[in-house]
């Protein structure tokens, strides 16, 4: 009698796929000398996925092309070039107002400032009923019952008392709940959260960092997570992708980048981080604080200036991300097959 063969996991296909996401924008007045046009390369060829269940957070700098990606995703700008595939659909270039209120009501924000998310007139329920309303989720006669269910799904009860209050009687940690319990009206199977704590006090981060891992877990939703802080990339994500001058300089499942990082800049983050272990001993790597260039940068390593590990085809070629351990890439000339 043969073993019972044991059942094998199968991961879930991507909700959306980023294939080669480039963003530029006109520098100044989008013309250099001689009429020659310059151009800003906030994002450069970023490819990735985001997957049900699962959180992906993009890691970078001030500056590094983050928020320009979540601002592609959500349809704020057209892509330079790439393709954003949705469900198995082509969505880089939504036009008809119709297919990007669908997509819209998919695919939803975090904003990193909650009170400026929420209108300062308007109580918590009429930010939460309207959604409710535009895209018809259920009958007027139970929006009220949905808007309390969903308030007391992020944490805010007594739901009846937080839905009479306006976003000034609200702590920022409350606010931000509120937008969160926003986007979930809509039943969003995508959330792209830039940078959703880094205006709240540090004691109540990790409040919503809990209700993002929940989430991701009860609604099967993918995340987005956008971030400086590498410590809660560590915390809350599945996979880490490192952005620097607008390129993924390495990406792969958080563990094994942030336990073996080998790019030299995603060491550089990891050591900028307090480690209470190892106290004012602790090796701290330091990194040169040269601006990348970003418009008409040339055709070499963005991070060349900076880098304590520069070789001299850094500064004459682009290394390409390649796959160093299975599922592990890196954009770096230290590693042969790039």
Not at 80 to 91: K, P, Q, R, S, Y
Not at 196 to 205: A, H
Not at 223 to 229: A, E, Q, V, W
Not at 283 to 309: H, K, L, S, Y
Request: proline share 8%; glycine share 8%; charged share 20%.
């Amino acid at each position: 009698m043969s073993a019972q063969a044991l059942p094998v996991e199968v991961a879930a296909p991507p909700v959306m796929r980023v294939e080669g996401l480039t963003m530029h924008f006109p520098a100044g007045g989008g013309v250099g000398p001689f009429g020659t046009r310059r151009w800003i390369h906030a994002v450069d060829d970023v490819s990735f996925d985001l997957t049900p269940g699962r959180v992906t957070a993009l890691v970078g700098e001030s500056g590094s092309g983050k928020s320009t990606v979540v601002r592609c995703l959500a349809r704020l700008y057209e892509p330079t070039a790439g393709t954003i595939m949705f469900h198995g659909e082509d969505v880089t270039h939504l036009k008809q107002r119709k297919e990007l209120l669908q997509y819209r009501a998919q695919v939803q924000m975090i904003f990193q400032d909650p009170f400026g998310s929420l209108n300062p007139v308007k109580t918590v329920e009429h930010h939460i009923e309207r959604p409710l309303k535009i895209h018809h989720i259920v009958p007027r006669n139970e929006i009220h019952r949905r808007v309390l269910d969903l308030l007391s799904s992020v944490g805010l009860s007594p739901a009846q008392e937080f839905a009479a209050k306006y976003p000034h009687q609200l702590s920022g940690g409350q606010r931000q709940r509120v937008a969160i319990a926003r986007t979930l009206a809509v039943e969003p199977t995508v959330l792209l959260a830039d940078e959703p704590i880094s205006m709240l006090d540090v004691s109540i981060r990790i409040g919503i960092l809990n209700l993002m891992h929940e989430l991701k877990a009860s609604r099967n939703i993918a995340f987005l997570y956008i971030t400086h802080d590498i410590a809660s990339a560590r915390y809350i994500a599945d996979d880490v992708l490192v952005m620097y001058a607008g390129q993924v300089v390495e990406q792969g499942p958080t563990d094994a980048v942030l336990q073996n990082p080998l790019h030299p800049y995603t060491r550089l983050l990891l050591s900028a981080v307090p480690n209470p272990e190892a106290g004012l001993t602790g090796r701290r790597i330091q990194g040169r604080g040269e601006v990348p260039v970003v418009i008409d940068p040339p055709e070499a390593c963005r991070f060349t200036a900076r880098c304590p590990n520069v070789m001299d085809r850094c500064r004459t070629a682009m290394p390409r991300l390649a796959e160093v351990e299975p599922g592990h890439l890196v954009r770096c000339y230290l590693y042969p097959n790039s």
